[in-house]
Structures are given as C-alpha cells and as structure tokens.
C-alpha cells in the first residue's frame, strides 16, 4: 500500500512538472508573438496615427507589443487529489493594472475624451509644422467625444495554435519525467 501512495505521488509529481515546462515554454511563445505584433498568426491591426506618436513615437512599434511584459503562466493545486490548474497569458501573478490593460485590448471598446486629453493632444499637433500631414490628426471636432479601440483578440487565437502542440508536448515531457530524465 505504502508503495502504490508513493507511485501515485511520483505520477503526480511528474505531471506538475511537465505541465509547468509547457507553461514556461508558452508564456515565452506568447511573449515573442506579442512583441511582434500577433497572437497565434493572426497580426493585430495597425496603431492611428496618435497611437503611434503616444508609443514612444516610433513608427516601427508593433501594436500591443508592451503588453509581452506582463504575461505570466501559474500552475495550481494538483496536491492530493485536487484539480490541477495551469494558466499562461495575463494570469492572477499578472499585476492588476496590466491585466485591465489586457482585458480591455482584448474586449475592445471605446475611451471617453476628457477637457485635459483635448488640450493635450491639441499641444502635440500644435507641436507639429504648418506643413505636416500628422498635424490634423491631434485637433479633434468639438463633438468627438471618444475614441474606439477595436477588439484585439489575444489568448484565444494564440490558443487555437499552440493547442495541440501543448498537450503533446505535456505527454512528453511527463513520459521522460516518469522515466527519470530530466526536461
């Protein structure tokens, strides 16, 4: 009997660990694609015009590609029969702020246009010569009133790629655990 609990801890065990290493290896995956400009193989649209100027004014700069800092993976429970649970993307270690920042890209919906980004705004376009052609986007209509921010899908299609690759990855890893290799 003593045995078989001990077998049992081993399997579990081993389980965990491998299911971690993929998680690792996704959040790395999840970041690389963020920094450029994509979840799964589906690109994010461009940033406007006052998008790109606010992201450190670089034309280059993919959209959400900040966003690669804050993704985590947790890996939870597993312990004596309770349910194991492993979470890559912007998990509860995400910081909270980061993680509204992510739901809400992912979500998409609209931004309320207070008096100070008005001015603000106003001040970068004022910054701008008579002759460029970025100048007209920072002075907005008296009755704009928001912005939209179109919906950025993130985890769902990065998880639709590597889905399989992930379970076949786990079973691996577990089956090389089991044998006592290291992974």
């Excluded at 491998?18 to 998680?23: D, N, Q």
Aim: charged fraction near 35%; proline fraction near 2%.
């Amino acid at each position: 009997m003593k045995n078989i609990s001990k077998n049992q801890k081993k399997v579990g065990k081993s389980y965990r660990t491998a299911a971690k290493v993929e998680g690792y290896r996704l959040r790395r995956a999840l970041m690389r694609d963020l920094a450029r400009g994509r979840a799964g193989n589906e690109s994010f649209g461009q940033l406007t015009t006052i998008g790109r100027y606010w992201s450190d004014r670089s034309k280059r700069r993919k959209p959400l590609a900040a966003l690669a800092r804050a993704v985590t993976y947790s890996a939870k429970g597993g312990y004596n029969g309770e349910k194991f649970e492993l979470a890559v993307g912007f998990t509860d270690r995400t910081g909270t702020a980061w993680r509204r920042i992510a739901m809400f890209q992912q979500r998409g919906g609209r931004v309320k246009i207070t008096s100070s980004t008005r001015r603000s705004l106003k001040r970068v376009g004022a910054g701008f010569s008579k002759r460029s052609r970025l100048r007209k986007y920072f002075f907005l209509r008296k009755t704009t009133t928001t912005f939209k921010v179109p919906a950025r899908p993130i985890i769902e299609p990065f998880w639709r790629v590597h889905e399989d690759e992930a379970w076949r990855n786990i079973r691996k890893n577990f089956r090389k655990k089991m044998k006592g290799q290291r992974i």
